[in-house]
């Protein structure tokens, strides 16, 4: 299973981006896919996970009522959809899909592919 991230850029505060994940291999409804982030010196976070299936959205308090994960099977892409950015949310964004393994929707453990990230700047 690869994992292709785009959509990060420089935006400023305010303003809305669009973060897409494709990827290959099966997209079966009941997995998780997630993203998450790692801010300039901070460890990595969850921010959202979706089933494939688009039930069971997890967020984390900070981006709650901003930004909405979604997915499309039949285009086998998931997405992130930003609002209200604040330069408190610039890292750089990894998208994540499990295979149905252990762990919780919003840790790390649970996933086991991987994208190669996509910078979101947000300027004040």
């Known amino acids: 299973v690869q994992l292709q991230a785009s959509g990060g850029g420089l935006v400023q505060a305010g303003g809305s981006l669009r973060l897409s994940c494709a990827t290959s291999g099966r997209t079966t409804t009941n997995h998780f896919v997630a993203w998450f982030r790692r801010a300039p010196g901070k460890e990595r976070e969850f921010v959202a996970s979706v089933r494939w299936s688009g039930s069971s959205t997890y967020y984390a308090d900070s981006v709650k009522g901003r930004f909405t994960i979604s997915t499309d099977r039949p285009k086998r892409t998931f997405y992130l959809q930003m609002n209200y950015l604040t330069p408190e949310d610039t890292a750089l964004y990894y998208c994540?899909?499990?295979?149905?393994?252990?762990?919780?929707?919003?840790?790390?453990?649970?996933?086991?592919?991987w994208g190669q990230g996509t910078l979101v700047t947000v300027s004040s």
């Open positions: 994540a899909a499990s295979t149905g393994g252990w762990g919780t929707p919003d840790t790390a453990r649970l996933y086991d592919y």
